[in-house]
């Protein structure tokens, strides 16, 4: 176990619906990533945040947004989504961001099915 | 983009065996990192090696690092069953906030 939860597990949707994902970061990590992981793409940065503001920006689609709360929980909104959105969303966390060094802690996922 | 490129694709052995997965990269590196992922689950870190180091140890784990050739080596000694996983190499984005570009990864089979 991580340390890192994400929330639900598994999400069906039908196309042109929004959905929320939500993370919840190790204990203490100030910096958190969101990924996606599908079968052609591979896995994907998408964007970070650190302590609260964001830090750094992917291949996140402008339906994507994501954002930080007070008690370093995240959630990425996915919107008018596309079947090619199917795929697992990954959060990570780690302490901080400086020099790559922290090791990111990965949660169990999310599996996205846009029907 | 992917920075980082693994080979082989799958790799299927038995038991006991060693198991080699190789990692290529484009760009200049601070660190590169390995993860490990079952089947459609989070990955887990496994070794993260520097820059400046040539080789790492973590148990049957052994990292080896060629800034020259911009490649490294993961090798699984005595491999299990358990070991079965896909494997990744990523680099660090030193210019995005330290987020992972991962390569496609290693499919692995350890056979009993």
């Known amino acids: 176990d991580s340390g890192v939860t994400q929330t639900p597990k598994h999400l069906i949707t039908a196309t042109g619906q929004r959905v929320t994902l939500r993370c919840s970061p190790r204990?203490?990590?100030?910096?958190v990533y969101w990924y996606q992981q599908s079968l052609d793409q591979g896995l994907q940065f998408l964007i970070q945040?650190?302590?609260?503001?964001?830090?750094a920006k992917g291949n996140i689609l402008e339906r994507f947004s994501a954002q930080q709360f007070p008690d370093l929980h995240s959630e990425l909104n996915l919107s008018s989504l596309e079947l090619g959105d199917s795929a697992l969303y990954f959060c990570?966390?780690?302490?901080?961001?400086?020099?790559?060094?922290?090791?990111?802690?990965f949660g169990p996922g999310t599996r996205l099915t846009v029907l | 983009s992917q920075q980082g490129e693994e080979d082989p694709q799958a790799l299927s052995i038995q038991e006991g065996e060693n198991a080699t997965m190789n990692c290529s990269y484009k760009t200049s590196i601070n660190n590169l990192q390995w993860y490990r992922q079952n089947s459609g689950r989070g990955l887990v870190h496994l070794i993260l090696?520097?820059?400046?180091?040539r080789e790492k140890h973590s148990g049957r784990l052994r990292v080896t690092l060629d800034t020259s050739k911009k490649s490294s080596s993961l090798l699984i000694t005595a491999s299990r069953a358990a070991d079965t996983a896909s494997y990744f190499c990523a680099r660090v984005r030193s210019r995005a906030g330290y987020a992972l570009n991962f390569g496609k990864g290693t499919s692995l089979l350890v056979t009993p």
């Open positions: 990570a966390s780690s302490f901080r961001t400086s020099w790559g060094t922290d090791t990111q802690y």
């Open positions: 945040y650190y302590n609260g503001e964001e830090r």
């Open positions: 090696i520097r820059s400046n180091e």
């Open positions: 204990s203490g990590d100030l910096s």
